[in-house]
């Protein structure tokens, strides 16, 4: 055996992937996974709730507050049978051109419930909404009609604002003070980010809130989703991260039922919100990611943690924990690239990791490759759950629950397949072949009502399936000492997405019904040409550094040209 041989085997040995394999999968992990699944819990009323929390309601303008016969700027209520986007068509739009129509009785069934609002708009003075679905959204209650019509797509876009800038604040707490304190800060920022919305009532301060929950909720996303994956052993890592998806999807179904409930906002939002409740005295207690104590050189605690979860999971291990504890601390000093003492500055030695990661040709790769894709199908997976409205005026509720289901689904299929597939295959082909089912819609007559919900719910199983692995697929695509960044990063470009989603579903697909299709179609299919580039990391350790990750891109090129060593291989394999 040569010495290069002996290193890697020792190197093996003493990898941290190694140790959690030793400690297995038991009640430690347990405390964990809950407190991911109640961060997960609180996302979907704020991410996809849009159709139902701030869905445009049908009304009708007046000159005056009384009269009846005088009704210049809408379009009169239409009974029978409703087409696709009859509200919007028939309700809520074009309040300046159309004019001189008259009331009948017919146009105002006697089952209907008005009230008559001043709007101090110069299209719409006066206005009544048709309260049969709704109560009260936030569209109804600030007018955002006619002349405010431009401000409907705000309420879910700062939103996504928030999550942009969650991405970055707590990407960088997560990594500079622990996954846990990262946890612990956006719970108690989240609970009070929704109290303000919920109980202000002036729409510009609602905006601000929506800014700082977005942050809230994507800066505890990051850090407890990583906490969760570093703390699994890398076989179990593809299992716990896709059924970690199951408590968001089944939220997405039980956030429609308290919708078709409660259909006054504010107390939807109040009731959804409840899990941050439980979430904030669960994070006091849940452990630190040892394997982030590990690569912050806080060796005493991360022993404390293993030592706990070793008694947990009764573990038997060969060695004591302060000697494998030493023995990583000590492999990854000489794997570290970056020297720790050419800067006493914070800043130039954030800038120069970052240079660094710039000029490696496989972090470029990831970086560029994994922020389109993202960019893509957030965009797709957030527009095809946004457009209830456009889609269905009558049952938003059944929609909306639908891709919950289908949500649920989709974890539920890609978890065995990503065992078998990979990550990368399972992404580009549930991008693709969703793509191309949005796009299929639009050949799809409109008297065939449900093969076109056959279509879109397709669609939104294979994107959601592959939004779904790609959760577990990102963070392991960077290495731990800059994972919760990297992630963030990523991230934040789907954040991006997701803030142009509610461009087209608000502002485009009205008026182009055809729009929606063919944009999220077309992007779920560019999105996934981006897997190619991406390696794949099924059944493989996590990179601790930088250097990892370019050894694990030289071993891929090498495997593609079939000159790998097959006793590496095995070795390789020896590892998980």
């Not at 990791?353 to 893509?376: H, K, N, V």
């Not at 050949?443 to 692995?469: E, S």
């Amino acid at each position: 055996m040569t010495n290069d041989q002996l290193a890697r085997m020792t190197e093996e040995e003493d990898g941290f992937d190694h140790l959690l394999t030793k400690l297995g999968f038991g009640p430690w992990q347990g405390i964990t996974l809950v407190t991911t699944f109640l961060v997960a819990m609180i996302l979907p009323s704020h991410l996809i709730g849009s159709p139902l929390v701030s869905a445009p309601v049908p009304f009708r303008c007046f000159t005056d507050a009384l009269s009846l016969d005088d009704w210049p700027q809408s379009l009169p209520y239409r009974e029978g049978k409703e087409t696709m986007n009859s509200t919007r068509k028939y309700f809520n739009g074009r309040c300046l051109e159309l004019s001189n129509l008259s009331v009948t009785q017919e146009d105002t069934p006697a089952h209907r419930t008005f009230f008559r609002h001043r709007t101090y708009m110069s299209s719409c003075p006066y206005i009544e909404y048709d309260n049969t679905i709704f109560s009260a959204t936030i569209v109804s209650e600030f007018h955002l009609v006619c002349d405010e019509l431009h401000l409907q797509p705000f309420y879910q876009m700062l939103f996504n604002v928030g999550g942009i800038l969650g991405s970055f604040i707590g990407g960088h707490i997560g990594d500079r003070f622990g996954r846990r304190r990262a946890v612990q800060i956006g719970c108690i920022a989240n609970i009070l980010s929704v109290l303000g919305t919920t109980l202000v009532p002036v729409y510009s301060f609602i905006l601000v809130m929506r800014i700082i929950t977005g942050c809230t909720c994507i800066g505890t996303l990051i850090p407890a989703w990583n906490m969760v994956l570093e703390s699994t052993p890398s076989k179990h890592r593809s299992l716990v991260g896709m059924l970690s998806g199951l408590p968001y999807s089944v939220s997405v179904v039980a956030f429609a039922g308290v919708a078709y409930c409660i259909r006054t906002w504010r107390y939807l939002m109040l009731v959804c919100a409840s899990p941050a409740l439980l979430l904030l005295p669960l994070s006091m207690i849940v452990d630190e990611s040892p394997r982030w104590l590990v690569q912050q050189g806080r060796a005493t605690e991360a022993t404390l943690v293993l030592q706990k979860a070793a008694r947990q999971n009764s573990a038997k291990l060969s060695r004591n924990v302060d000697a494998l504890v030493n023995n990583i601390l000590e492999a990854n000093k000489h794997k570290n690239d970056v020297a720790q003492d050419t800067t006493s500055s914070e800043f130039l030695a954030t800038m120069k990791q970052i240079y660094d990661y710039i000029r490696s040709p496989g972090m470029r790769t990831i970086l560029l490759a994994a922020s389109l894709l993202w960019f893509l199908q957030s965009g797709v997976y957030l527009g095809v759950a946004l457009n209830a409205n456009n889609f269905t005026s009558t049952d938003p509720f059944l929609y909306v629950a639908l891709t919950g289901i289908m949500d649920g689904t989709a974890v539920l299929l890609t978890t065995p397949l990503t065992l078998y597939l990979g990550r990368r295959t399972i992404v580009g082909l549930g991008l693709c072949v969703g793509g191309i089912l949005l796009l299929l819609d639009l050949l799809v007559p409109m008297d065939y009502y449900w093969i076109k919900w056959i279509l879109v719910m397709a669609g939104f199983l294979m994107v959601a399936g592959a939004f779904q692995v790609n959760y577990v697929y990102a963070p392991e695509l960077f290495p731990t000492e800059a994972r919760t960044r990297g992630f963030a990063f990523v991230n934040m470009m789907g954040s991006i997405g997701f803030m142009c989603a509610p461009l087209v579903t608000t502002l485009v697909a009205p008026y182009a019904w055809w729009a929606a299709s063919v944009i999220f179609g077309c992007s779920g299919i560019i999105g996934s040409l981006m897997v190619a580039f991406l390696p794949e990391t099924s059944n493989q350790p996590l990179p601790e550094t930088l250097r990892d990750v370019e050894v694990r891109r030289i071993q891929s090129k090498s495997k593609e040209k079939g000159t790998v060593n097959k006793g590496y291989e095995t070795g390789g394999e020896s590892r998980i």
